[in-house]
């Protein structure tokens, strides 16, 4: 899966009244007789800049390599994996801490606490800590994953394969990345699962001192939320998930699944650049703006621009657009730019903001060693390229380059478990049912709104907030004052909106499309210009997703 950004909300919103819920802090454990790990040295943060002026910190924490499914040590090794945090104290007394992930998996987080911090009212900011960590094998945590940079360097092959050769060296392409992976990382890839990130999660949480945490997860992060919620339901006293990953469906299904949805929301960007047609002159309907981008596709494919951008070059960075509006004043630029006046650097710009290049490649490995061992992937490559036709044709966008991106799965050298699936049923881990906050918008692309229903129902105490028409992938504290007031509320005294039917049980009206744009400089933005962008795929979402 994937990724990507952010809100002002217009008048009118209509925010649900609050049902008065048992507040979380009703539901402390008693406490806590683990031994507490060694305190964290926190200091200045030497490879890491603060935002904005942000009183940023870094500490480091060992935690064990291999873990039984309670969490222990799981052999005798004493081997260890070190993680690499950050926090950012609360401005008044330290009452609580939120630990945020942004999602990924692959990506790097511990950028994340000064970014959520920022985004944070001050009410809360006075009371929370906020506390990120790269997850291992992650980032600035050791070892790393390293695999084969080469890989992801321009110009790469086409992702929709032309004929039988062309797709025979893709598949190569895959194996030979998979092999690369097993080769320069070695045993950390068989301990890369969710559960092992979550078991990490619980560790952090004894160093920091806590009996419990509020976690904030975006993306591939509601997954990680939801595992350790299940896993240490005791431990948390807020969970809000924000962008929710579908808790039925293992990662190849839900990559196919995500095709479809990226394509919906792609075409959502070709209609708004069809309804300014005078400023970007790249069609005046949907079709008519797609049918531009996918004869420059096509273009490219024969002759790359500058050496650099193919077309593959050109999905990753258009992209973009799929998980955030706030991008689309430049994207339509730099493809108006491209196909009217054959002036490609726009393009080769946004490839160098928002595309894969060489250095991804721990981002890209550690994406590959989570989803290859979360679950079980088809190991018959025939079923690969039926469900890759049938996703070309239903989601041109992104079908295949979704295929070839999980194909090193099929050849991955360490070994895959089951799915972690919560729920009451036969085999299903015991999900968390303390109070839950799920929070969507109805547009996003890289993460189907259902996924959200679907987590909602698993979660018998959890509320969904929507943000109606959304077609932002990550929206708490991003500016929708309906959902940020309801997120406030809810991790300052534990109120939720009451939980209705089906859900969802409060629907948020999303901001306005953006005004076009035609100068140059950076995207047009509301809030923020990155937020937490591509579900599972980019090092720091581009900076962001």
């Not at 052999?75 to 950012?88: F, I, K, N, W, Y």
């Not at 009996?211 to 006293?237: F, Q």
């Not at 469906?249 to 990226?262: D, F, G, I, M, V």
Request: proline share 8%; hydrophobic share 40%.
């Amino acid at each position: 899966m994937r990724r990507r950004t952010r809100a002002a909300v217009s008048a009118g919103v209509l925010l649900a009244a609050f049902a008065t819920a048992a507040p979380a802090t009703a539901q402390d454990p008693a406490p806590d007789t683990e031994q507490a790990a060694p305190g964290l040295a926190w200091g200045p943060c030497a490879d890491l800049e603060a935002v904005e002026g942000e009183a940023l910190e870094c500490a480091r924490l060992e935690v064990p390599l291999a873990r039984t499914a309670d969490g222990a040590p799981a052999d005798g090794s004493g081997a260890t994996v070190e993680l690499a945090l950050s926090r950012v104290p609360a401005t008044g007394t330290p009452e609580r801490t939120l630990l945020v992930n942004p999602g990924g998996p692959g990506s790097r987080a511990r950028h994340w606490a000064a970014h959520t911090a920022r985004r944070m009212p001050a009410e809360l900011r006075e009371s929370y800590d906020v506390v990120a960590f790269d997850p291992r094998g992650i980032g600035a945590s050791t070892p790393g994953i390293v695999c084969d940079p080469g890989h992801l360097a321009p110009v790469r092959p086409d992702t929709v394969p032309a004929d039988a050769s062309a797709e025979e060296a893709l598949r190569e392409a895959a194996a030979a990345y998979a092999r690369a992976c097993g080769e320069n990382t070695g045993a950390l890839l068989d301990h890369m699962r969710t559960e092992d990130t979550a078991h990490d999660l619980d560790a952090v949480r004894v160093a920091l001192g806590r009996e419990r945490i509020d976690y904030l997860g975006y993306s591939y992060g509601t997954y990680l939320g939801t595992v350790y919620s299940a896993l240490y339901p005791e431990r948390v006293r807020a969970l809000v998930l924000d962008s929710a990953v579908g808790p039925d469906t293992p990662w190849y299904e839900s990559n196919h699944r995500q095709s479809r949805a990226l394509d919906r929301a792609i075409g959502n960007f070709f209609a708004w650049t069809a309804r300014h047609d005078g400023v970007y002159r790249l069609g005046t309907t949907e079709r008519a703006v797609a049918d531009a981008y996918y004869r420059l596709r096509s273009e490219l494919a024969d002759a790359p621009d500058e050496g650099t951008v193919g077309p593959t070059e050109l999905e990753t960075a258009v992209l973009v657009a799929a998980y955030t509006d706030a991008v689309w004043p430049a994207v339509a630029r730099a493809l108006s730019s491209r196909v009217n006046d054959g002036e490609p650097a726009a393009l080769v710009d946004l490839h160098t903001r928002f595309g894969e290049a060489p250095e991804g490649d721990r981002a890209y490995g550690g994406y590959l060693a989570v989803q290859c061992t979360d679950a079980h992937w088809p190991d018959d490559w025939g079923t690969w390229r039926g469900d890759a036709a049938k996703a070309h044709v239903a989601a041109p966008f992104m079908g295949w380059h979704n295929t070839w991106y999980n194909a090193p799965c099929v050849d991955w050298p360490a070994e895959s478990g089951d799915w972690f699936q919560v729920g009451d049923g036969p085999g299903e881990h015991s999900a968390y049912t303390g109070p839950a906050l799920i929070v969507h918008g109805t547009e996003d692309g890289a993460t189907p709104i259902e996924g959200a229903h679907a987590l909602r129902a698993r979660l018998p105490g959890s509320v969904l907030v929507t943000e109606d028409g959304g077609r932002v992938h990550g929206i708490t504290f991003g500016g929708n004052t309906c959902v940020d007031e309801t997120v406030t509320a809810y991790l300052r005294d534990g109120r939720l909106p009451e939980r209705t039917g089906r859900g969802p049980d409060t629907a948020c009206a999303a901001r306005s499309a953006p005004a076009p744009r035609t100068g140059q400089g950076a995207p047009a933005t509301r809030a923020d210009p990155v937020g937490p962008v591509r579900l599972e795929r980019s090092d720091e979402c581009r900076q962001p997703v």
